[in-house]
Nanobody, 118 residues
Framework: QVQLVESGGGLVQAGGSLRLSCAAS????????MGWFRQVPGKEREFVGR???????YYAESVKGRFTISRDNANNTVYLQMNSLKPEDTGVYYC????????????WGQGTRVTVSS
Protein backbone atom coordinates (compact mmCIF):
# COMPACT_ATOMS: atom_id res chain seq x y z
CA GLN A 1 0.00 0.00 0.00
CA VAL A 2 1.07 3.55 -0.72
CA GLN A 3 -0.61 6.60 0.73
CA LEU A 4 -0.20 9.89 -1.13
CA VAL A 5 -0.99 13.41 0.05
CA GLU A 6 -0.64 16.42 -2.24
CA SER A 7 -0.23 20.00 -1.12
CA GLY A 8 0.78 23.37 -2.49
CA GLY A 9 -2.11 24.22 -4.75
CA GLY A 10 -3.68 27.65 -4.85
CA LEU A 11 -4.54 30.69 -6.90
CA VAL A 12 -1.84 32.35 -8.97
CA GLN A 13 -1.75 34.87 -11.79
CA ALA A 14 -0.70 33.88 -15.26
CA GLY A 15 3.07 33.89 -15.53
CA GLY A 16 3.47 32.98 -11.88
CA SER A 17 4.81 29.87 -10.21
CA LEU A 18 3.68 27.21 -7.78
CA ARG A 19 5.34 24.17 -6.31
CA LEU A 20 3.26 21.14 -5.52
CA SER A 21 4.39 18.46 -3.12
CA CYS A 22 3.32 14.86 -2.79
CA ALA A 23 4.20 13.06 0.42
CA ALA A 24 4.22 9.28 0.19
CA SER A 25 4.15 6.61 2.85
CA UNK A 26 3.61 2.92 3.11
CA UNK A 27 6.42 1.20 1.21
CA UNK A 28 9.88 1.68 -0.18
CA UNK A 29 9.48 4.95 -1.99
CA UNK A 30 12.64 4.83 -4.07
CA UNK A 31 11.41 1.88 -6.16
CA UNK A 32 8.15 3.54 -7.16
CA UNK A 33 7.54 5.57 -10.32
CA MET A 34 5.72 8.76 -9.40
CA GLY A 35 3.44 10.55 -11.81
CA TRP A 36 1.60 13.86 -11.89
CA PHE A 37 -1.75 14.25 -13.58
CA ARG A 38 -4.34 17.00 -13.78
CA GLN A 39 -8.02 17.16 -14.47
CA VAL A 40 -10.51 19.85 -15.34
CA PRO A 41 -14.22 19.20 -14.76
CA GLY A 42 -15.79 17.74 -17.85
CA LYS A 43 -12.48 16.64 -19.31
CA GLU A 44 -10.44 13.51 -19.07
CA ARG A 45 -7.52 13.33 -16.71
CA GLU A 46 -4.34 14.52 -18.40
CA PHE A 47 -0.84 13.17 -17.88
CA VAL A 48 1.61 15.88 -16.82
CA GLY A 49 4.82 13.98 -16.17
CA ARG A 50 6.51 11.21 -14.27
CA UNK A 51 9.77 10.45 -12.56
CA UNK A 52 11.58 7.27 -11.64
CA UNK A 53 14.98 8.78 -11.07
CA UNK A 54 16.73 12.07 -11.79
CA UNK A 55 17.90 10.55 -15.08
CA UNK A 56 14.49 9.17 -15.97
CA UNK A 57 11.90 11.95 -16.16
CA TYR A 58 9.26 12.45 -18.82
CA TYR A 59 6.96 15.41 -19.45
CA ALA A 60 3.88 16.04 -21.50
CA GLU A 61 4.54 18.39 -24.40
CA SER A 62 2.11 20.92 -22.96
CA VAL A 63 4.30 21.49 -19.90
CA LYS A 64 7.78 20.75 -21.17
CA GLY A 65 10.17 23.59 -20.42
CA ARG A 66 7.83 25.09 -17.81
CA PHE A 67 7.32 22.32 -15.27
CA THR A 68 9.98 20.37 -13.41
CA ILE A 69 9.49 17.14 -11.49
CA SER A 70 11.90 16.07 -8.79
CA ARG A 71 11.93 13.66 -5.89
CA ASP A 72 13.50 13.43 -2.47
CA ASN A 73 13.68 9.76 -1.61
CA ALA A 74 15.03 10.46 1.86
CA ASN A 75 11.81 12.30 2.68
CA ASN A 76 9.46 10.23 0.50
CA THR A 77 8.34 13.29 -1.39
CA VAL A 78 7.94 14.19 -5.04
CA TYR A 79 7.62 17.75 -6.28
CA LEU A 80 6.12 19.51 -9.26
CA GLN A 81 7.61 22.95 -9.83
CA MET A 82 5.36 24.89 -12.16
CA ASN A 83 6.66 28.08 -13.77
CA SER A 84 5.23 30.41 -16.39
CA LEU A 85 1.76 29.22 -15.53
CA LYS A 86 -1.05 29.70 -18.00
CA PRO A 87 -4.82 29.76 -17.44
CA GLU A 88 -5.03 26.43 -19.25
CA ASP A 89 -2.93 24.90 -16.47
CA THR A 90 -5.90 25.30 -14.15
CA GLY A 91 -7.18 22.05 -12.70
CA VAL A 92 -6.94 19.57 -9.89
CA TYR A 93 -3.48 18.07 -9.76
CA TYR A 94 -2.97 14.51 -8.60
CA CYS A 95 0.12 12.55 -7.83
CA UNK A 96 0.10 8.83 -8.42
CA UNK A 97 2.38 5.88 -7.76
CA UNK A 98 3.19 2.99 -10.05
CA UNK A 99 4.79 0.09 -8.25
CA UNK A 100 7.49 -2.06 -9.89
CA UNK A 101 6.03 -4.46 -12.42
CA UNK A 102 2.71 -2.63 -12.66
CA UNK A 103 1.48 -1.29 -15.98
CA UNK A 104 -0.79 1.26 -14.35
CA UNK A 105 -0.71 3.79 -11.55
CA UNK A 106 -1.98 1.87 -8.57
CA UNK A 107 -2.29 4.60 -5.96
CA TRP A 108 -3.59 8.13 -6.12
CA GLY A 109 -3.67 11.15 -3.88
CA GLN A 110 -6.74 13.22 -3.19
CA GLY A 111 -5.64 16.08 -5.43
CA THR A 112 -4.80 19.71 -4.93
CA ARG A 113 -6.47 22.52 -6.86
CA VAL A 114 -4.51 24.96 -8.99
CA THR A 115 -6.21 28.02 -10.42
CA VAL A 116 -4.35 30.31 -12.81
CA SER A 117 -6.05 33.63 -13.44
CA SER A 118 -5.55 35.62 -16.62
Amino acid sequence: QVQLVESGGGLVQAGGSLRLSCAASGRTFGSVTMGWFRQVPGKEREFVGRIWSAANIYYAESVKGRFTISRDNANNTVYLQMNSLKPEDTGVYYCAARTPGSATYDYWGQGTRVTVSS
